[in-house]
């Protein structure tokens, strides 16, 4: 069992490093909404380091659900690209001024479709799978560049649902087609 851990953590480890994003892509915020009855909805709305975004779920029956997800880049409404930078910021706090930083106004939605409650309904825990579509756009403050992309993804969610205490994990296959 040992060596199966340390070849699963090796992999994990290999995967998290080939992972990037360029500064003109955010990618949406996961929403594992672990719906259970007809008409029940799950929305929330939050904000990240470069980002504010909105997620709304709901069930159309005990087996189907539906999302709708967004975010919107600080730089949409604000002088900032992100927390740390201004849009006229040629580096910021720790890179060099050759950076060129906080350039990017990035727009992004999706809308998945997905099969809820397929474990029994005996316990606390949860399977789902959605499949879905997103597009996006990124421009710089100068209208230099731009970027239009989209997205196809397969999304498994699984977690665990309790009177109090709602936890659940996501696992992502996508495919993006960016064009600049």
């Known amino acids: 069992m ?12 290999i995967l998290t490093l080939l992972q990037s994003c360029s500064s003109m892509y955010i ?26 975004y909105v997620n709304g779920s709901y069930a159309f029956s005990d087996k189907v659900a539906a999302s709708v997800n967004g975010n919107l880049s600080y730089r949409n409404f604000t002088d900032f690209y992100d927390v740390f930078t201004r849009k006229d910021d040629n580096g910021g706090r720790y890179f060099s001024p050759s950076e060129r930083r906080g350039h990017f106004a990035h727009r992004y939605g999706e809308v998945s479709v997905g099969k809820i409650n397929m474990l029994p309904r005996s316990g606390s825990r ?42 659940g994990a996501s696992l992502r296959f996508a495919s993006t087609n960016l064009n600049y």
């Not at 040992?2 to 480890?13: A, H, S």
């Not at 710089?140 to 498994?156: C, L």
Request: proline content about 2%; overall charge neutral.
């Open 2 to 13: 040992g060596i199966f851990i340390k070849q699963f953590i090796i992999y994990l480890t």
């Open 126 to 167: 949860k399977l789902e799978l959605f499949g879905g579509f997103g597009m996006g756009n990124a421009t710089d403050y100068g209208d230099r560049y731009h970027a239009d992309y989209s997205s196809i993804f397969g999304q498994m969610n699984y977690g665990i649902k309790k009177r109090v205490v709602e936890a």
């Open 27 to 52: 990618p949406a915020v996961r929403s594992i909404p672990l719906l259970e009855n007809k008409g029940e909805f799950l929305g929330e709305a939050g904000a990240s380091t470069n980002s504010v």
